[in-house]
């Protein structure tokens, strides 16, 4: 078994659906709800290195004020990107996951399959799709 962390939002479907994948796997996962918890710099800028993007890639700009806040335009450094993320937790994409084996964006839901250590070979998401786990992970 791994440790599974998800940084979630139960309001959005893809987190819902990532979430319900890790435990069909058979984790229990730590979940936290972000929008409630909040966000430090240092965690933020310890995911980023995590899944390995810069943190503009993990600025969620549908349904959060990061147009209204700049946060889009060239040159916006990192520092008032977390200082936005921090003040603002809707920013942050979602789902995050952290595990042993690895950390994403699960954006599409199915990224999290090559995160668990035994995922289902498919799953049937809200809207009914299928998600399939690919061969190589």
Not at 11 to 29: D, H, K, Q, V, Y
Not at 30 to 49: C, F, H, K, N
Not at 60 to 75: I, N, S, V, W, Y
Not at 107 to 133: C, M, Q, T, W
Request: aromatic share 2%.
């Amino acid at each position: 078994m791994t440790n599974v962390t998800i940084y979630h939002n139960p309001n959005c479907g893809t987190s819902r659906n990532t979430l319900a994948m890790i435990l069909a796997s058979g984790e229990e996962p730590e979940v936290i709800e972000y929008l409630d918890a909040g966000w430090t710099p240092e965690l933020l800028r310890s995911l980023s290195t995590l899944i390995a993007a810069p943190l503009r890639e993990l600025i969620r700009q549908k349904g959060t004020p990061a147009a209204e806040l700049g946060l889009l335009e060239e040159g916006v450094s990192d520092d008032t990107i977390i200082d936005a993320m921090v003040e603002h937790p809707i920013l942050v994409n979602r789902p995050i996951v952290v595990t042993s084996l690895g950390a994403a964006l699960c954006r599409p839901s199915e990224i999290v399959l090559r995160l668990l250590a035994n995922p289902p070979h498919s799953f049937v998401k809200e809207d009914g799709s299928l998600a399939l786990l690919k061969k190589g992970r």
